[in-house]
């Protein structure tokens, strides 16, 4: 439900430069590869050449020896080779959401890149020609890399269980085989999604060293400093003795969500004893991090003539590459959300993620909800058209409000807009542009998407953030945020600043060290404003109930009466009755009454149940939009150009309205680019697109300009009402994309990425053939 | 690569001389922007470097290779152009648009602002993007060496095979001519790529019509990206002469491209994706000139 | 391997260091001068993170050899303003909004300064064409190219007042 009024805020919602922003443009920002420290050992990582390998034997004298090199190591040299992850949250949750950390490879290696061997030299060709020298003896083994062929028996077992299942998920709902039977009509189709690499500017990066008090210090660009916990096992230190610190990030998008350089880094630091700094190039971060899911779904959907679904059901596999990682939880993203934001009485998923011999996948922008997004808006559009209705029309006799039942039968609690954004996104299209020659077709379309904010339920989660004044009335928040590049940072200082009535140039945020900042959890899964801004709103009202407690007594007022802004205690209907909050502050100070606070947010929980069946609360809330897009396809080449791009989200409340801007334009593109370009390519495990010259993204010359559109209901959970975009505004770009794409040229096309050359196909395959003969399509009298 | 040496010579003569000198001829270079990656790639992989020349000779921004100038009858372009010149040269743009066209979709911004018209012909990759535009212009390349004295070639003549032209070991090329006689001829540039940007192309096509009123003279039409070496679409060519060009004499003749193009399955396209473009991109450039001289 | 001595005008200080004839720019900014503002994305010019301006034009740094770079003038973004004097075009990235992790931004600064300094009145389109060689992940671009615009405006402006 909307708002009626509008709050009159201080600075929340207000398109406020960030602190941040001036740093990074004057070039003052430092990231993990910009510090220097005398004395820093090279690192090198040497890396499996093989998908599949037993590893026979592993020689590591004749690189020893070399020139320069203070360090070899191999599995054998980890204190704790293997560990069960918990993958940066604290409570073990079991069912597969804790799963195996390898550092090195050992006896085998699952996929090509894994990492054999690390060396640390004095300079970086020394470590390079250290780790060339390392001879590892390989049994190369056939392998599987497909994950519909691994879930077979006989194949190729990847790890070291006898299935390369790694998890399986089902979603009931009323019964989907009467459901069908009552359709009048019924799409069935396979869609296809590839592999995808995060592509952040900035490569993964870090240092490591032994901190004057002995404690093993890492300082590294990731998204989860809470790993230190796994580093300190691994390296059987007790958890008090090693620090992970996050500087500013150079992007993540979930990439950096696993440890990545972490774990080399402490054990060549430990064992040098000196400092040694890692820094992956660009071919590198491609070969050796996780990657997006792709996924294989057969979805089937049933609606009646009157244009009401009826029933669904939809059969996922999906690629977990080497490892497991976060599989299991993106799976059950996916299963929870493959239904899309509409109303369907009868629901059957089933879904399973296989390990195979390809790189790993883990954590991507979206996590499990693009993949199914991209089906369930194909799926509607293909069904809109049996029924003769618009895309919008269908969609808006379907989607869900607050109250109506996911699949899972949990029933959305917050505010649901879904309708008006659709509306607002269609209609910010405007004027259809006309074809700007006779090769070319003008095509539109539009996706509705949901996306959770906040980490699965199962997983207990939490924040923590200390805000206080100091005695000049500045204020500094500490919180153990990671900050990726959204904002993360700035929000908590904007939220304070609101709070506590000073300007936001008078907060300073000290975030992302586990020594030093109360531990806010992971920046993942749109949480942070969610939890750290929900943690950090409630110990700056703490510190502000403390100061109009003071402030009432100093000036002999209700505390009702009083507000703070602008560094001054306010009193309602008295201009003269003013205080400066800073003498506030300090008559606080010197009487013992505490003018900081430090406070914890607890997400909704819940325990796993032991079940195949995924039922109830997953998550704490969902976000909602719509995409609408534009295109001109050239019908010669099978080019696309994309004209037009509206993003529509009810944020909630904007905390920071050129951030949230921000967040739906980024958004927006990455998935035109999921749409058109990216696609890691692999060959038998072996990365064939492995360089930036081979994987695209989107330039500025194939964008046309995102027009964000927010509504802000106050619905949602985070502080001020808001609800978390980071991810939302990623999931539903690509489906809008591709179904004004099918708009277009006639035909709907069921893989990612729409290269001109899968359309410039289709189009020739139309040519030669009357009808397309691509889905079953029934239609009942 | 085990260069030690860097030389950066003050003018062509002592550019000439250095590469005059007895011993093993030195690695030039001048943008850089095929030379460094080459050499990144070479590095990164397992295998030990190569064995390979010791100098480093840079003609980038030597003066005498730089430039644009009318000589007489043609255009004469220095090797150490950048694209970036190229592409915003008046002279350029409005004697020989098709060069303008594809110098300024090489790369990107920061790319052309290195990257010289001579290192795109010499590394000769097939999807060179100026090679069409020049061969459709009937360009002709000057080279100069410490042996011989200047010497110029047909720039159809130039590419021998797969990324390997016809120069000596000691031979560099310092200018690219273009004819002025008639100029400006009616002419297009089409590159396709994956993206709009800093894309490898996956078929480029360039022509240049002569037309008396709207009946081809004389035609000339190039691809890159469809052959191991940027071609000249002759049978095309022929076809077209003497005829009353319109949209269906351009798609009829264009047919005949496959005899002169033989392309790849890559990563970026198959072969039989490229055959189809090829055609229709040839297709387009002159029907879109047809349809030009009738206006 | 022969070492050479090579000084290159880093924002108008001379810079002197040894380096092989193989080593790029960028290494050699980053890693012997300490200008960490230099970004490296991918090493090859594909991304752009390492753009700056040699002799006044915007180049890949990871594309050209440092010894290339000998005796040329290299200007960074600490080179085009500061927070005590900043360049309009900085200005107007951190008032739309166009910096999210900031990775891109110093080198896209200065392609869009070295457009600028060409071009007073550009399109959207024109501007979107001068950044193509500089990949971002977080924006989506429309914010960067809104700052471009508004520094033109305010670099056009700034220029009929002092004519």
């Given at each position: 439900?909307m708002?009626?009024?509008?709050p009159?805020?201080?600075?929340i919602?207000?398109?406020?430069?960030?602190?941040?922003?001036r740093?990074?443009?004057?070039?003052?920002?430092?990231?993990?590869?910009?510090?220097?420290?005398?004395?820093?050992?090279?690192?090198?990582?040497?890396?499996?050449?093989?998908?599949?390998?037993?590893?026979?034997?592993?020689?590591?004298?004749?690189?020893?020896?070399?020139?320069?090199?203070?360090a070899?190591?191999?599995a054998?040299?980890v204190?704790?080779?293997?560990?069960?992850?918990?993958?940066?949250?604290t409570?073990?949750?079991?069912?597969?959401?804790?799963?195996?950390?390898?550092?090195?490879?050992?006896?085998?290696?699952?996929?090509?890149?894994?990492?054999?061997a690390?060396?640390?030299?004095?300079?970086?060709?020394?470590?390079?020609?250290?780790?060339?020298?390392v001879?590892?003896?390989?049994?190369?083994?056939?392998?599987?890399?497909?994950?519909?062929?691994?879930?077979?028996?006989?194949?190729?077992?990847v790890?070291?269980?006898?299935?390369n299942?790694?998890?399986?998920?089902?979603?009931?709902?009323?019964?989907?085989?009467?459901?069908?039977?009552?359709?009048?009509?019924?799409?069935?189709r396979?869609?296809?999604?590839?592999?995808g690499?995060?592509v952040?500017?900035?490569p993964?990066?870090?240092?490591?060293?032994?901190?004057?008090?002995?404690?093993?210090?890492?300082?590294?660009?990731?998204?989860?400093?809470?790993?230190?916990?796994?580093?300190?096992?691994?390296?059987?230190?007790?958890?008090?003795?090693?620090?992970?610190?996050?500087?500013?990030?150079?992007g993540?998008?979930?990439?950096?969500?696993?440890?990545?350089?972490?774990?080399?880094?402490?054990?060549?630091?430990?064992?040098?004893?000196r400092?040694?700094?890692l820094?992956?190039?660009?071919?590198?971060?491609?070969?050796?991090h996780?990657?997006?899911h792709?996924?294989?779904?057969?979805?089937?959907?049933?609606?009646?003539?009157d244009?009401?679904?009826?029933?669904?059901?939809?059969?996922?596999?999906?690629?977990?590459?080497?490892?497991?990682?976060?599989?299991?939880?993106?799976?059950?993203?996916?299963v929870?959300?493959?239904?899309?934001?509409?109303?369907?009485?009868?629901?059957?998923v089933?879904?399973?993620?296989?390990?195979?011999?390809?790189t790993?996948?883990?954590?991507?922008?979206?996590?499990g909800?693009?993949?199914?997004?991209?089906?369930?808006?194909?799926?509607?559009?293909?069904?809109?058209?049996?029924?003769?209705?618009?895309?919008l029309?269908?969609?808006?006799r379907?989607?869900?409000?607050?109250?109506d039942?996911?699949?899972?039968?949990?029933?959305?609690?917050?505010?649901?807009?879904?309708?008006?954004?659709?509306?607002?996104?269609?209609?910010?299209?405007?004027?259809?542009?006309?074809?700007?020659?006779?090769?070319?077709?003008?095509?539109?379309?539009?996706?509705?998407?949901?996306?959770?904010?906040?980490?699965?339920?199962?997983?207990?989660?939490?924040?923590?953030?200390?805000?206080?004044?100091?005695?000049?009335?500045?204020?500094?928040?500490?919180?153990?945020?990671?900050?990726?590049?959204?904002?993360?940072?700035s929000?908590?200082?904007?939220?304070?600043?609101?709070?506590?009535?000073?300007?936001?140039?008078?907060?300073?945020?000290?975030?992302?060290d586990t020594?030093?900042?109360?531990?806010?959890g992971?920046?993942?899964?749109?949480?942070?404003?969610?939890?750290?801004?929900?943690?950090?709103?409630?110990?700056?009202?703490?510190?502000?109930e403390?100061?109009?407690?003071?402030a009432?007594?100093?000036?002999?007022?209700?505390?009702?009466?009083?507000?703070?802004?602008?560094?001054?205690v306010v009193v309602?209907g008295?201009?003269?009755?003013t205080?400066?909050?800073v003498?506030?502050?300090?008559?606080?100070?010197?009487?013992?009454?505490?003018?900081s606070?430090?406070?914890?947010?607890?997400?909704?929980?819940?325990?796993?149940?032991?079940?195949d069946?995924?039922?109830?609360?997953i998550?704490?809330?969902?976000?909602?939009?719509?995409?609408?897009a534009?295109?001109?396809?050239?019908?010669?080449?099978?080019k696309v150009?994309?004209?037009?791009?509206?993003a529509?989200?009810?944020?909630?409340?904007?905390?920071?309205?050129?951030?949230?801007?921000?967040?739906?334009?980024?958004?927006?593109?990455?998935?035109?680019?999921?749409?058109?370009?990216?696609?890691?390519?692999?060959?038998?495990?072996?990365?064939?697109?492995?360089?930036?010259?081979?994987?695209?993204?989107?330039?500025?010359?194939?964008?046309?300009?995102?027009?964000?559109i927010?509504?802000?209901?106050?619905?949602?959970k985070?502080?001020?009402?808001?609800?978390?975009?980071?991810?939302?505004?990623?999931?539903?770009?690509?489906?809008?994309?591709?179904?004004?794409?099918?708009?277009a040229?006639?035909?709907?096309?069921?893989?990612?990425?729409?290269?001109?050359?899968?359309?410039?196909?289709?189009?020739?395959?139309?040519?030669?053939?009357?009808?397309?003969?691509?889905?079953?399509?029934?239609e009942?009298? | 690569?085990?260069?030690?040496?860097?030389?950066?010579?003050?003018?062509?003569?002592?550019?000439l001389?250095?590469l005059a000198?007895?011993g093993?001829?030195?690695?030039?270079?001048?943008?850089?922007?095929?030379?460094?990656?080459?050499?990144?790639?070479?590095?990164?992989?397992?295998?030990?470097?190569l064995?390979?020349p010791?100098?480093?000779?840079?003609?980038?921004?030597?003066?005498?290779?730089?430039?644009?100038?009318?000589?007489?009858?043609?255009?004469?372009?220095?090797?150490?152009?950048?694209m970036?010149?190229?592409?915003?040269?008046?002279a350029?743009?409005?004697?020989?648009?098709?060069?303008?066209?594809a110098a300024?979709?090489?790369?990107?911004?920061?790319?052309?602002?290195?990257?010289?018209?001579?290192?795109?012909?010499?590394?000769a990759?097939?999807?060179?993007?100026?090679?069409?535009?020049l061969?459709?212009a009937d360009?002709?390349?000057?080279?100069?060496?410490?042996?011989?004295?200047?010497?110029?070639?047909?720039?159809?003549?130039?590419?021998?095979?797969?990324?390997?032209?016809?120069?000596?070991?000691?031979?560099?090329?310092?200018?690219?001519?273009?004819?002025?006689?008639?100029?400006?001829?009616?002419g297009?540039?089409?590159?396709v790529?994956?993206?709009?940007?800093?894309?490898?192309?996956?078929?480029?096509?360039?022509?240049?019509?002569?037309?008396?009123?709207?009946?081809?003279?004389?035609?000339?039409?190039?691809?890159?990206?469809?052959?191991?070496?940027?071609?000249r679409?002759?049978?095309?060519?022929?076809?077209?002469?003497?005829?009353?060009?319109?949209?269906d004499?351009?798609?009829?003749?264009?047919?005949?491209?496959?005899?002169?193009?033989s392309?790849?399955?890559?990563?970026?396209?198959?072969?039989?994706?490229r055959?189809?473009?090829?055609?229709?991109?040839?297709?387009?450039?002159?029907?879109?000139?047809?349809?030009?001289?009738?206006? | 391997?022969?070492?050479?001595e090579?000084?290159?005008?880093?924002?108008?200080?001379?810079?002197?260091?040894?380096?092989?004839?193989?080593?790029?720019?960028?290494?050699?900014?980053?890693?012997?001068?300490?200008?960490?503002?230099v970004?490296?994305?991918?090493?090859?010019?594909?991304c752009?993170?390492?753009?700056?301006?040699?002799?006044?034009?915007?180049?890949?740094?990871?594309?050209?050899?440092a010894?290339?770079?000998?005796?040329?003038?290299?200007?960074t973004?600490?080179?085009?303003?500061?927070?005590?004097?900043?360049?309009?075009?900085?200005?107007?990235?951190?008032?739309?909004?166009?910096?999210?992790?900031?990775?891109c931004?110093?080198?896209?600064?200065?392609?869009?300064?070295?457009?600028?300094?060409q071009?007073?009145?550009?399109?959207?389109?024109?501007?979107?064409?001068a950044?193509?060689?500089?990949?971002?992940?977080?924006?989506?671009?429309?914010?960067?190219?809104?700052?471009?615009?508004?520094?033109?405006?305010?670099?056009?402006?700034?220029?009929?007042?002092?004519a």
């Open positions: 439900m708002s009626d009024e509008t009159d805020y201080k600075v919602g207000r398109a406020v430069p960030r602190h941040d922003a740093d990074k443009v004057f070039g003052t920002t430092r990231y993990a590869d910009d510090f220097v420290m005398p004395g820093t050992l090279h690192a090198k990582v040497l890396r499996s050449r093989y998908a599949a390998a037993k590893i026979v034997s592993v020689d590591t004298s004749r690189a020893a020896a070399m020139p320069g090199v203070h070899v190591l191999t054998a040299d204190p704790k080779n293997e560990t069960t992850s918990k993958f940066g949250q409570h073990s949750a079991g069912g597969g959401f804790e799963g195996l950390y390898r550092v090195l490879a050992d006896k085998k290696v699952r996929y090509m890149g894994e990492a054999v690390l060396v640390a030299a004095e300079t970086p060709a020394q470590a390079e020609e250290a780790a060339r020298a001879e590892v003896v390989y049994d190369p083994q056939p392998g599987v890399f497909d994950p519909v062929e691994a879930l077979k028996p006989g194949a190729y077992l790890g070291e269980e006898d299935s299942v790694v998890c399986a998920y089902k979603v009931r709902k009323g019964d989907a085989d009467a459901g069908f039977a009552h359709a009048d009509v019924i799409v069935e396979e869609y296809r999604v590839p592999f690499d995060h952040y500017l900035e993964e990066s870090g240092t490591a060293w032994i901190d004057e008090d002995g404690v093993l210090t890492i300082r590294a660009s990731t998204q989860v400093i809470e790993h230190f916990r796994d580093i300190a096992d691994i390296m059987d230190l007790p958890h008090n003795r090693v620090r992970v610190i996050a500087p500013m990030l150079g993540g998008f979930g990439g950096k969500e696993d440890i990545t350089v972490e774990a080399y880094l402490a054990l060549l630091a430990y064992r040098t004893k400092p040694v700094r820094t992956y190039t660009r071919e590198e971060s491609i070969l050796a996780s990657k997006r792709p996924y294989v779904m057969r979805y089937k959907t049933g609606a009646t003539r244009g009401k679904l009826v029933a669904m059901e939809a059969d996922i596999v999906s690629d977990a590459g080497g490892y497991p990682f976060l599989s299991p939880w993106v799976l059950l993203y996916s929870v959300m493959a239904t899309g934001p509409y109303i369907i009485p009868n629901v059957r089933d879904a399973a993620s296989a390990l195979t011999n390809n790993f996948t883990s954590a991507y922008r979206g996590f909800a693009p993949q199914v997004c991209f089906a369930y808006e194909s799926q509607m559009d293909a069904l809109a058209e049996k029924l003769g209705l618009s895309p029309e269908f969609r808006e379907n989607y869900l409000h607050t109250g039942e996911l699949g899972t039968g949990y029933a959305l609690e917050s505010a649901v807009l879904t309708d008006e954004t659709a509306r607002r996104a269609w209609e910010a299209l405007g004027e259809p542009t006309q074809p700007r020659s006779p090769d070319e077709v003008i095509g539109r379309g539009i996706a509705s998407g949901m996306q959770s904010y906040g980490r699965l339920v199962y997983l207990h989660d939490s924040s923590r953030a200390f805000v206080g004044f100091e005695l000049d009335g500045t204020v500094v928040v500490r919180s153990g945020v990671q900050d990726i590049g959204g904002g993360q940072a929000s908590i200082a904007q939220i304070s600043a609101e709070v506590l009535g000073v300007p936001m140039d008078d907060v300073t945020v000290y975030f992302g020594a030093l900042t109360p531990l806010a992971t920046t993942t899964a749109t949480r942070m404003l969610y939890m750290s801004g929900n943690a950090t709103l409630k110990a700056a009202r703490a510190v502000r403390a100061i109009v407690a003071k009432s007594e100093m000036l002999e007022v209700d505390s009702d009466q009083i507000d703070l802004a602008d560094r001054m309602a008295d201009v003269g009755k205080l400066p909050i003498d506030v502050v300090r008559a606080c100070a010197s009487q013992g009454i505490p003018i606070n430090l406070a914890q947010f607890n997400a909704p929980s819940r325990d796993l149940e032991e079940s069946y995924v039922v109830g609360q998550h704490p809330d969902y976000t909602f939009g719509t995409h609408a534009e295109v001109a396809v050239d019908t010669r080449t099978g150009t994309v004209l037009k791009l509206v529509s989200f009810d944020v909630g409340q904007a905390i920071n309205k050129l951030s949230a801007q921000g967040q739906l334009e980024g958004g927006t593109v990455c998935g035109v680019g999921y749409a058109l370009l990216e696609d890691v390519k692999m060959d038998k495990g072996r990365t064939v697109t492995c360089a930036l010259d081979t994987y695209l993204v989107p330039t500025a010359a194939d964008m046309p300009d995102v027009e964000a927010m509504l802000e209901s106050r619905g949602g985070g502080p001020f009402g808001a609800k978390g975009i980071g991810e939302p505004s990623s999931t539903s770009g690509a489906p809008a994309v591709t179904n004004a794409i099918n708009d040229i006639g035909i709907r096309l069921t893989e990612l990425p729409f290269t001109p050359e899968r359309i410039l196909t289709a189009l020739k395959e139309r040519e030669r053939s009357a009808a397309p003969a691509r889905d079953r399509v029934t009942t009298a | 690569m085990t260069l030690d040496t860097y030389i950066r010579p003050a003018d062509l003569e002592e550019a001389a250095v000198q007895p093993p001829k030195p690695q030039v270079v001048a943008g850089g922007t095929d030379f460094v990656p080459m050499t990144r790639k070479m590095r990164m992989t397992d295998t030990p470097p064995e390979g010791s100098v480093l000779l840079d003609l980038s921004k030597l003066e005498d290779l730089c430039g644009v100038r009318e000589a007489g009858d043609v255009l004469e372009i220095g090797a150490a152009t950048t970036g010149v190229i592409a915003a040269h008046p350029v743009r409005e004697l020989v648009p098709v060069l303008a066209a300024g979709s090489v790369g990107s911004p920061l790319v052309r602002n290195r990257a010289t018209v001579g290192g795109n012909l010499v590394t990759s097939p999807s060179a993007d100026t090679a069409p535009a061969l459709a360009a002709t390349v000057r080279m100069a060496g410490a042996e011989a004295g200047p010497r110029e070639l047909p720039l159809a003549e130039f590419f021998v095979d797969y990324r390997t032209t016809a120069l000596r070991a000691g031979e560099i090329v310092t200018h690219v001519l273009v004819p002025l006689v008639g100029r400006p001829v009616p297009r540039f089409e590159k790529g994956l993206r709009n940007a800093d894309a490898i192309s996956v078929v480029c096509a360039a022509c240049e019509i002569e037309l008396d009123g709207s009946i081809c003279r004389a035609a000339r039409i190039a691809l890159g990206a469809v052959a191991p070496v940027p071609v679409a002759l049978a095309v060519e022929a076809a077209l002469r003497g005829r009353e060009l319109d949209e004499v351009a798609a009829e003749c264009a047919r005949l491209v496959h005899e002169h193009i392309p790849i399955d890559d990563l970026r396209a198959s072969g039989r994706y055959g189809w473009v090829a055609e229709a991109v040839v297709a387009r450039m002159v029907a879109d000139i047809a349809r030009e001289a009738r206006a | 391997m022969d070492m050479h090579i000084e290159i005008q880093v924002n108008g200080r001379p810079m002197r260091t040894t380096v092989e004839v193989d080593e790029t720019l960028v290494d050699v900014l980053r890693h012997k001068l300490g200008v960490v503002e970004k490296n994305g991918c090493g090859q010019g594909d752009g993170a390492c753009t700056v301006l040699l002799d006044g034009e915007a180049v890949n740094s990871c594309l050209t050899l010894v290339q770079a000998d005796g040329r003038s290299v200007i973004t600490k080179g085009l303003g500061s927070a005590e004097d900043p360049h309009p075009i900085q200005t107007a990235f951190i008032n739309h909004g166009a910096v999210q992790c900031g990775f931004s110093s080198g896209m600064v200065l392609s869009a300064a070295s457009f600028l300094n071009t007073t009145t550009p399109t959207r389109e024109e501007i979107r064409e950044i193509s060689g500089n990949l971002c992940r977080c924006t989506g671009y429309t914010k960067i190219v809104d700052a471009i615009e508004e520094a033109a405006r305010h670099m056009a402006q700034a220029e009929e007042r002092s």
